[in-house]
Antibody
Framework: EVQLVESGGGLVQPGRSLKLSCAASGFTFSNYYMAWVRQAPTKGLEWVAS????????YYRDSVKGRFTISRDNAKSTLYLQMDSLRSEDTATYYCTRGIGTYYFDYWGQGVMVTVSS | DIRMTQSPASLSASLGETVNIECLAS??????LAWYQQKPGKSPQLLIY???SLQNGVPSRFSGSGSGTQYSLKINSLQSEDVATYFC????????FGGGTKLELK
């Protein structure tokens, strides 16, 4: 059974940093692209970043470029999202997802809440 | 960016009824479209990809259709467990989601 378990969320002040982790199991992690998708409270979904299966290429939405870094450790079957210079508009539930290429997302974690507020 | 417009934003339907949800892209997305179901308090689940391919394990009462800029999700014989918010997502040019359609029981 595919499982994606996020951790690392919480309350952080604007301008500070936070690092999310996603532990994957139930599939060969190194064979799949992975991504982060977020959902602001009572809002819709927004793709944040994707990474290829090797980690050699990464993709970001414009609003997080230069502030967020997606990475992975295939030996540990873990996906990461380093979030720097956080803004109030980054407040959301962040979902770890398994990607079919960089296209769509066939499995989602339970989500982790990130609140950016002073 | 490609904009995805879903309609209606919300709808109410009776058990056993057929429901249609529409998704309009701001430009041709060549069937690069997925549909997700998000039940209250849960994470989204993939229903349909490539506009009309049913994800493994999804009941056959769900189906997708469309081409170009216009796509739809059809739910036949609505069940109580189908109460959820439904999102479309294009992946032809980066990835953008529709605003969602909240489906409730009448």
């Amino acid at each position: 059974e595919v499982q994606l378990v996020e951790s690392g969320g919480g309350l952080v002040q604007p301008g500070r940093s936070l690092k999310l982790s996603c532990a994957a199991s139930g599939f060969t992690f190194s064979n799949y692209y992975m991504a982060w998708v977020r959902q602001a409270p009572t809002k819709g979904l927004e793709w944040v970043a994707s990474i290829t299966n090797s980690g050699g290429s990464t993709y970001y939405r414009d609003s997080v470029k230069g502030r967020f870094t997606i990475s992975r450790d295939n030996a540990k079957s873990t996906l990461y999202l380093q979030m720097d210079s956080l803004r109030s508009e980054d407040t959301a539930t962040y979902y770890c997802t398994r990607g079919i290429g960089t296209y769509y997302f066939d499995y989602w974690g339970q989500g982790v809440m990130v609140t950016v507020s002073s | 960016d490609i904009r995805m417009t879903q309609s209606p934003a919300s709808l109410s339907a009776s058990l056993g009824e057929t429901v249609n949800i529409e998704c309009l892209a701001s430009e041709d997305i060549y069937s690069d479209l997925a549909w997700y179901q998000q039940k209250p308090g849960k994470s989204p689940q993939l229903l349909i990809y490539n506009a009309n391919s049913l994800q493994n394990g999804v009941p056959s009462r769900f189906s997708g259709s469309g081409s170009g800029t216009q796509y739809s999700l059809k739910i036949n014989s609505l069940q109580s467990e189908d109460v959820a918010t439904y999102f479309c997502q294009q992946y032809n040019n980066y990835r953008t989601f529709g605003g969602g359609t909240k489906l409730e029981l009448k």
